[in-house]
């Protein structure tokens, strides 16, 4: 079946720009994980989603990023007033409940460039 | 300090050789181990998933976790040139997942 995609693959911004970048998780995938993955790094947790909720965001940095997920499908990552800094490669991952031991099914990615 | 550290290498071996990857963390009440595999601009993917002391072994990967040390690491053998990507090690905490910066293997034909 069909894995984690997102959209757009790559986006090129300039500084103080509003983004929206996209994750369409595995069908029937209640659990949706955003990170973040800067050059020469792992990945960040960012948020997570149980259904339609933000069941942890405390890894957003600050209040630029936001998430939804409103029908707990697809998700959406927004970051108002890009910086330089937040150019990266932003993950996101889908498991079927969140439990523990589940797999984590990731997706391509992202690559964000803020000019 | 961070949850968990990595050699990012990179490290470079001949086709056939077994290969050490390792990683530390810092807390002692971290039970659930990952080890994920990384190709240019994809995603990461699952490779091993340990929660004990101990071995655990899928094919040419053994995944092996000492938490008296709070060491974990991922041995691979007879190392194809198809192992050649970024291997990150990731704790489990609730809900958040730590990674490790992740270390770049080259295995050479």
């Known amino acids: 079946g069909a894995g984690v995609s997102q959209t757009p693959s790559n986006k090129v911004t300039e500084k103080g720009k509003y983004v929206e970048l996209r994750c369409d998780p595995i069908?029937?995938?209640?659990?949706l994980y955003w990170y973040r993955q800067s050059l020469g790094q792992g990945p960040e947790f960012l948020i997570y989603?149980?259904?339609?909720?933000?069941?942890?965001d405390s890894g957003l940095p600050n209040d630029r990023f936001f998430a939804v997920r409103p029908e707990g499908s697809v998700s959406t990552l927004k970051i108002q007033r890009t910086e330089r800094g937040d150019s990266a490669v932003y993950l996101c991952?889908?498991?079927?409940?969140?439990?523990?031991?589940?797999?984590?099914?990731f997706g391509p990615g992202t690559r964000l460039l803020v000019l | 300090q961070k949850e968990v550290e990595q050699d990012p290498g990179p490290l470079s071996v001949p086709e056939g050789a077994i290969v050490s990857l390792n990683c530390t963390y810092s807390?002692?009440?971290?039970?659930?181990f990952m080890w994920y595999r990384q190709y240019s601009r994809k995603g990461p993917e699952l490779l091993m998933y340990?929660?004990?002391?101990g071995n655990k072994e899928d094919g040419r990967f053994t995944a092996q976790v000492d938490k008296s040390s709070k060491y974990i690491s991922l041995f691979i053998r007879d190392s194809q040139p198809s192992d050649s990507a970024t291997y990150l090690c990731?704790?489990?905490?609730?809900?958040?997942?730590?990674f490790g910066t992740g270390t770049s293997l080259t295995v050479i034909p």
């Open positions: 991952a889908s498991s079927i409940s969140g439990s523990r031991r589940e797999t984590q099914y």
């Open positions: 069908s029937g995938h209640t659990a």
């Open positions: 989603f149980q259904g339609t909720g933000a069941a942890d």
């Open positions: 807390n002692s009440a971290f039970q659930y």
């Open positions: 340990t929660y004990s002391s």
């Open positions: 990731a704790i489990q905490a609730g809900n958040q997942f730590y």
